[in-house]
């Protein structure tokens, strides 16, 4: 079992900055594979950025050059940086970790809410 918690997000006015943690505990040595994912009202929860074990990353076109994702294995947490955040960029936002046995986790949410 993983467990994920996650902070930050928020209210940010538009061209404002942003970053969000998630803590991973438990069986911390079978996940592969942490990222962020996000679901605005009305879609379907869609991947934002994610992060390998050797440091691969992968960001979705809609947030390059905006987003960066890290991960910190030493303290076990993945970090999202978010910047030049658009009114579109409002969503709940979800860590997620996927392990050796094929096992996804994911975290509560937290909201991130663009606007003036």
């Known amino acids: 079992q993983v467990q994920l918690v996650e902070s930050g997000g928020g209210l940010v006015q538009p061209g404002g900055s942003l970053g969000l943690s998630c803590a991973a505990s438990?069986?911390?040595?079978?996940?592969?594979?942490m990222a962020w994912f996000r679901q605005a009202p009305g879609n379907q929860r869609e991947l934002v950025a994610r992060?390998?074990?050797?440091?691969?990353?992968n960001v979705a076109d809609s947030v390059k050059g905006r987003f960066t994702i890290s991960r910190d294995n030493a303290k076990n947490t993945v970090y999202l940086q978010m910047n030049s955040l658009k009114p579109e960029d409002t969503a709940v936002y979800y860590c997620?970790?996927?392990?050796?046995?094929?096992?996804?986790?994911w975290g509560q949410g937290t909201q991130v809410t663009v606007s003036s």
């Open positions: 997620n970790a996927v392990t050796r046995d094929a096992n996804a986790y």
């Open positions: 992060v390998s074990n050797n440091g691969n990353t």
């Open positions: 438990g069986n911390i040595f079978s996940i592969l594979v």
